[in-house]
C-alpha cells in the first residue's frame, strides 16, 4: 500500500466520525495521525494498523489490495 493512500484514509476518517463530538474525533484523528508518522518517519509500528482499536470502537479501517477497497 502506497503511503499516500495510507495517509488519505487516515483523512477519511473525518467523514466517517462527523458525527462524534469534536473532542472525541480530534483526539482520534490525532492518535491515527501521529502513527501513522511514526511508522513512516520513525519505521515504529502500531497496534492502531493491525486491526479495530478497542480505544477507539468507533474506527472502521479499509485498506487496498490490488486496488481493490477492502
Known amino acids: 500500500m502506497r503511503v499516500l493512500e495510507i495517509f488519505f484514509l487516515i483523512l477519511a476518517l473525518a ?3 462527523w458525527s462524534l463530538r469534536r473532542n472525541k474525533m480530534l483526539k482520534i484523528m490525532n492518535a491515527y495521525t501521529l502513527a501513522f508518522f511514526d511508522w513512516h518517519l520513525k519505521g515504529t509500528g502500531s497496534p492502531l494498523f493491525d486491526g479495530p482499536s478497542p480505544d477507539y470502537p ?13
Do not use: D
Open 15 to 17: 467523514m466517517i466520525i
Open 58 to 70: 468507533e474506527v472502521i479501517l479499509k485498506t487496498k489490495s490490488n486496488g481493490v477497497l477492502q
